[in-house]
Structures are given as C-alpha cells and as structure tokens.
C-alpha cells in the first residue's frame, strides 16, 4: 500500500513536472522564439557579470548559514562550507521536497567534526531567518508596486489586502521573537485537531518545537551571531533585486532600481506559489511575464528575465553537483587509503618478529 502511494505521488510530481514544461514551451511560441533570441542575445556577454553575482550570493549565503552553529566549526572548511552550500542549493531546485532533501545533504556534506544536533539547528535557524527576510523584502516589494504602478481597482484591493496579512506576520514574527513565544508549535497544535492532519502533524512536531526552541534561544544566547546572519541574508536579497536591474538594464527595459526592488519582492510570491511544482518550471516564468507588464515592460522580457535567472541557478547547480562528486569521489578515495593502510598494518604484525633470513617466522 505504501509503494503504491509513493508511485502515484511520484506520478503526480511527473506530469506537474511535464504540464509545467509544456506550460513553458507554450509562452516562448506565444512571445516568438524570435523575439526571445534577440532579448537573450541583448543580454550577451552581460550573462557572465550574472553568474559572478550568483556566486557572490552563494557565498554571503554561506557566511549567513556559518553565523548560525552553535558550536565550534573552526575544523570545517569554509571551501567545505561553501561546497554544502552549492550541493543543497543545486537539489534544492527541486521544488519542496528538493530543499528538504537538500538541507539534509547540507548537513551531512560536514562531517563528524559537527554534531548533528548542532547541523540541524543551525539549519532550522538559518532557514528560519531567510523566510524572515524574505517576507520583509516581500511586504515592501508589494508596497512599492502600489506606490509606482497604476492597479486597477480589484487588483489594489487584492495587494492592499495581501500587505497588510504580510505585515502583520512580519509584527507578530518580531514581537514572538522578542518576547520568546512559541507559535509555531502551538498554530502547529491547532492545525493537527484536523482529522486529515493529525498523523502528520504529530510526527513534525518534535522537529517543529525543536527548531523555534533553537531560533528562540539563539537570537539571546547569540545576538550578534542572530544580527550578523540576519544582515547576510538581507545583503543575500539585495543581490537577487540587483541581478533583476541589471539583467532588464541588459535588455534595454526602462527599469529603475525601485522597480527592480518591486518586481523581486512580487517574484518571491511566485515562489511560493510555484514550491509544490518540481523545479517550479512554468509557473515562474509565466508569474515573471505578468509582473513585467505591471512595469509597462513587455512579456517577452518578462520571460527572457526569468530564463536569465534560471540558467544562472543551473550553472551554479552544476558547480554543485560536481562539487558533490568530487568529494564523494575524494571519500571513496581516503577510505581505499585507510583500508590499504590497516592492511600493511596487519601483514606487518603477522610479519613480526623477523628472522635473520627476511623471512616471517
């Protein structure tokens, strides 16, 4: 019964995966395959000024997630770091359950040297504090939309509506912080009484209590750690609306940095939305055309942005993933050299004492 779940859930994840590239490959035929070209030629030799941005947001992202441990990490490279940091990123890509098994990856990519324990809170509080920011960055992002583009009525209602649940979730995560409540595991409470989402909820609670517990003391027992990973990731965020500016300036699209600030903080609720679909391949795209015509930009920019994006995140993926055969080809390689090691220790032992001859006695 089991393995038949997992198959449809699997079968599931197929055809969202499949509707999303065929989702996809329908809005490059609609804005003209021609026109797409030209836009991703415009960018040129502007894409590799991309990926070094990328990288640098990789490594803040890196130094935001090492503020985090609460134990000594001084054996752990920071080359190590940053290789766990590209690994879970690349699986990460996956959808949802692509940054849980990444974040796993990320914590076992450190070795002994760091109790699991410690790897997991540091990731929970790491986590943590990027959701954080990235909902300040989206409350504004949506503030800003209001302030310099002309919604029709509904849809000023709508984002009217959506900032004011945002900044009330900011205010209540700042306040909760502050004052060491713990929501979290009571809405996770509230949200098991369901009948459909007692059981699973009930496994996730330990977990759930285990990671705001961690935030919590974390943010007292180390306040300047908290402030250091807190401004890393908002430094992190400001790297991903520069990558915006640059590439739509790239193209030639009259876009100023304010609008730029806007249209990442309305992609990261295409984010959202898009998690439970693999790779979030389609959804993203298309959220990106509709958020470039709010600019009076064209959708085929819109589209040209998010493929910019998105071959940035491959590349650096696939610097992840040859990071994470390198270092397991490099483990399989000390552990042949353990093995040969003990072994001449063994033959030595059996050899020993010699006789005059060179022989074993």
Same mark, same amino acid.
């Given at each position: ?23 996809? =490959? ?13 836009? =991703?030629? &415009? #960018? ?30 001084? +054996?752990?490279?920071?080359? $190590?770091?940053?290789? &766990? ?28 040297? =760091?109790?699991?324990? %410690?790897? !997991? ?11 954080? +920011? &990235? =909902?300040?960055? +989206? ?49 996770? $409470? ?8 007692? %059981?699973? #909820? ?17 943010? $007292? ?18 790297? &991903? ?29 295409? %984010?959202? #939305? ?13 959220? %990106?055309?509709? !958020?470039?015509?709010?600019?009076? #930009? ?57 006789? +005059? ?5």
């Amino acid at each position: 019964m089991l393995k038949l779940r997992h198959f449809f859930r699997g079968l599931c994840r197929s055809f969202v995966l499949l509707l999303g590239v065929g989702l996809l =490959v329908y809005m490059v035929f609609r804005a003209g395959p021609g026109v797409v070209w030209k836009q =991703v030629r &415009a #960018v040129g030799w502007g894409m590799s000024w991309i990926l070094i941005l990328g990288g640098f947001s990789q490594f803040i992202k890196t130094c935001a997630w090492r503020q985090t441990f609460q134990c000594d990490i001084r +054996t752990v490279s920071w080359s $190590r770091s940053f290789r &766990a940091q590209l690994v879970s990123d690349a699986v990460g890509q996956l959808g949802f359950a692509g940054k849980l098994f990444g974040e796993s990856l990320r914590i076992s990519m450190l070795g002994p040297s =760091v109790p699991l324990a %410690n790897g !997991i809170s540091s990731s929970a509080i790491d986590g943590g504090l990027h959701a954080f +920011t &990235a =909902v300040v960055i +989206t409350v504004l992002g949506v503030t800003a939309t209001l302030l310099i583009t002309p919604l029709d009525g509904p849809w000023r209602i709508n984002a009217v509506l959506l900032a004011s649940v945002l900044i009330a979730f900011v205010a209540t995560s700042v306040v909760a912080i502050a004052k060491g409540w713990r929501l979290m595991g009571k809405t996770a $409470r509230l949200i098991g009484r369901l009948p459909r989402l007692k %059981n699973w #909820v009930s496994s996730k609670l330990c977990v759930i209590d285990s990671a705001e517990h961690n935030l919590l003391t974390f943010y $007292r027992e180390a306040p300047a750690a908290f402030r250091a990973s807190l401004l890393l990731n908002f430094l992190w965020h400001a790297m &991903a609306i520069l990558e915006v500016y640059f590439i739509m300036r790239f193209m030639g699209a009259p876009v100023a940095i304010v609008s730029a600030f806007a249209i990442e903080g309305l992609t990261k609720m295409i %984010n959202l #939305v898009g998690a439970l679909s693999p790779g979030n391949v389609g959804t993203y795209e298309g959220g %990106n055309m509709l !958020i470039a015509h709010l600019f009076g #930009v064209t959708g085929s920019a819109g589209l040209t942005l998010a493929l910019c994006r998105r071959a940035r995140a491959i590349f650096w993926a696939c610097i992840g993933a040859t990071s994470m055969t390198a270092l397991k080809k490099g483990k399989s390689m000390n552990e042949m050299e353990v093995r040969r090691n003990d072994d001449e220790k063994v033959l030595a032992r059996s050899c020993s004492p010699l006789a +005059t001859d060179g022989q074993c006695c």
